[in-house]
């Protein structure tokens, strides 16, 4: 089955800086590839999403990679804010909806 | 419109008990699904709804646990006989269908088995 490899595992930052999130999966037919933002106390909130037909994709300040030969995909953050700071999850799925999550980064942005 | 909601917030039980988790979806999302995440940890797939049907209960970590759902929209999560390794946040999400990907979570249920 999928398995999702995810780092770095904590990620600190001032603010203003670039933020790179990066995540390897296993299974070469996994076609669509999500991230998730967790607050404290809180449901995961999709971010932003990636389909395997493309390469990049950016939201803003916002931007995800997908290089498929490589089997990775990174998500970019630029100008990092404080509201920033929470933990990230990466995942991957092949089918069916059954989507197989990376183990998060805690991203902390300092003032 | 209104969110994935998820009720208890918080359950705690004793070793042994039976406890049921509930999950109302975004209205009109016919696909659900249950994940757990424990403490510190990604999230671990449990099951998946199509409709009331559930096509892949593979996820389930053991047959104390099940889950149902009716009229295609709200949906329980049993734990049997809970052990204390079962304590995590249950998380429930939705999407419009299976054949689209987006997943939209609940806050989650946070179970502690004493």
């Known amino acids: 089955g999928e398995n999702v490899e995810q780092h770095p595992s904590t990620l600190s930052v001032q603010e203003g800086d670039s933020a790179v999130i990066k995540c390897t999966y296993s299974?070469?037919?996994?076609?669509?590839f999500p991230w998730y933002k967790q607050e404290l106390g809180k449901g995961p909130q999709l971010i932003i999403d990636i389909r395997s037909n493309v390469g990049e994709k950016k939201d803003q300040r916002i931007a995800v990679t997908l290089n498929k030969t490589a089997k990775h995909f990174s998500l970019h953050i630029t100008e990092t804010q404080p509201e920033d700071s929470a933990v990230y999850f990466c995942?991957?799925?092949?089918?069916?909806?059954?989507?197989?999550f990376g183990t998060g980064t805690r991203l902390l942005v300092s003032p | 419109g209104a969110g994935v909601s998820q009720s208890p917030s918080n359950k705690v039980t004793e070793k042994g008990k039976d406890v049921e988790l509930r999950c109302d979806p975004i209205s009109g999302h016919t696909a659900l699904y249950w994940y757990r995440q424990s403490l510190g940890q990604g999230l671990e797939f449990l099951i998946y709804?199509?409709?009331?049907?559930?096509?892949?209960k593979s996820g389930l970590p053991s047959d104390r646990f099940s889950a149902e759902r009716t009229g295609g929209s709200v949906s329980t999560l049993t734990i049997q006989r809970t052990q204390q390794e079962d304590s995590a946040v249950y998380l429930c999400?939705?999407?419009?269908?299976?054949?689209?990907?987006?997943?939209?979570f609940g806050p989650g249920t946070r179970l502690t088995v004493l």
């Open positions: 999400a939705s999407s419009l269908a299976l054949v689209v990907f987006e997943q939209f």
């Open positions: 299974d070469s037919a996994s076609n669509y």
């Open positions: 995942a991957a799925s092949g089918g069916f909806q059954k989507l197989v």
């Open positions: 709804f199509q409709g009331n049907s559930a096509p892949d």
